[in-house]
């Protein structure tokens, strides 16, 4: 005999969903989502106030342990791993995708910070990196073998998750459809064990895809707060004349399937505002401060660009006078496994490293001279930074 629970299809769908988002994000229960970021429009904030504690972290490239590290650094989660920052902003700056196996978990981790800290008062900003452009396009070139593994147990506990869903003949069973529906049953240039996560990964992360369009189009592609502009990997001249709302809007519309393309200028290529290196190279002779300079003068209010995208294997670091901040310190295990490192900008604008490596004092100040000598942009106490030790 069929059941009939027609009188309580929504508790039931609520369940199913509850039981599926814990056990692909690693056992974490998704508080509810606060009215102050709820947003039924769709639409993207750009510009944000000056907060009294902002933080930037850096590419994590599936390492939720090195996440939670770095978050930790600057007091925003508990050994609980609640929020524990208060009403402070955080940037990530995208590339949570590729290289790692904690992908899913990332997303899901930090989809929990932004609704406790909404709660607290804070502020958590996640962006688009080129991973996740790459990703939403099917580029899987940098996906590691644990993460196809990750999509391929997500797929499973979506098919759990249907199957229990159509057992209630009172559930919209539009919500119960194949996921897969429009997935090559083959795809070239994948290991034959690798298939089902690739196939997987495509379907939840293509334009309109179930977890692109409930995570990703919630990321902006590039971000003002306060006087600090952000983006993955910069921003030039063509883009700011672009708009930077405009920018948020057609990749966000891109990723909601609403949008057929987004312009190559924006997501592709070495001159968009994900793959940019102009201002991010290890030496600072490399970088082209006049051409940033320009840049800023032309957004109001905005003093530097801070970026991810190019390790920096001497850490956080700035160039161009303090006006180019690049954070991406290469913390996941498989980009070079090392301290995790985050910037705090204060509420009067003082730069601030906050940095796990227990080394970082040992022949430091004997080692700016030699780096100033070679053109290494550092945060140097004569450049009104400072940089202090935190155990992690």
Not at 337 to 347: A, N, S, T
């Amino acid at each position: 005999m069929d059941s009939d629970c027609s009188t309580i299809p929504s508790l039931l769908s609520s369940f199913v969903d509850t039981f599926v988002d814990f056990s692909v994000s690693g056992g974490l229960f998704l508080p509810p989502e606060p009215d102050s970021i709820k947003n039924p429009t769709g639409s993207l904030q750009t510009f944000f106030p000056q907060p009294s504690r902002l933080i930037a972290i850096g590419d994590l490239h599936g390492d939720l342990p090195k996440a939670k590290q770095a978050l930790r650094l600057a007091g925003l989660v508990g050994p609980d791993d609640r929020w524990s920052g208060g009403s402070a902003t955080v940037v990530q700056v995208g590339d949570i995708f590729d290289r790692g196996g904690d992908e899913i978990k990332l997303l899901y981790f930090f989809e929990k910070l932004k609704r406790e800290a909404a709660g607290a008062g804070g502020l958590v900003i996640t962006m688009n990196g080129n991973h996740e452009i790459m990703n939403v396009e099917g580029d899987f070139r940098f996906a590691a073998r644990e993460g196809f593994e990750e999509f391929e147990n997500w797929a499973n506990f979506q098919r759990v998750g249907n199957s229990m869903k159509k057992l209630c003949d009172g559930i919209d069973q539009n919500s119960v459809s194949d996921f897969l529906e429009g997935v090559p049953d083959q795809l070239p240039r994948i290991k034959p064990e690798l298939l089902n996560g690739a196939r997987a990964r495509i379907a939840a992360l293509r334009p309109n895809g179930l977890i692109s369009s409930r995570f990703l189009s919630k990321n902006q592609t590039v971000v003002v707060v306060g006087d600090s502009v952000f983006a993955h990997g910069g921003l030039l001249q063509n883009h700011v004349n672009y708009g930077l709302d405009l920018i948020n809007e057609e990749v966000r519309d891109w990723i909601l399937g609403l949008k057929k393309n987004v312009s190559n200028s924006l997501v592709r290529g070495r001159d968009s505002i994900v793959w940019l290196r102009s201002f991010s190279n290890e030496l600072a002779q490399d970088c082209d401060c006049s051409m940033l300079e320009h840049v800023l003068e032309t957004i109001p209010g905005v003093k530097r660009m801070i970026m991810g995208h190019t390790i920096q294997r001497n850490g956080i670091n700035t160039v161009c006078g303090n006006r180019a901040v690049r954070i991406d310190v290469g913390m996941s295990r498989l980009c070079g496994g090392r301290f995790p490192e985050v910037l705090e900008i204060g509420e009067n604008s003082e730069l601030k490293v906050l940095t796990s490596n227990p080394l970082y004092y040992k022949g430091y100040e004997d080692s700016v001279e030699a780096d100033k000598k070679e053109g290494l942009g550092l945060l140097i106490p004569e450049q009104r930074a400072r940089q202090i030790e935190v155990n992690a």
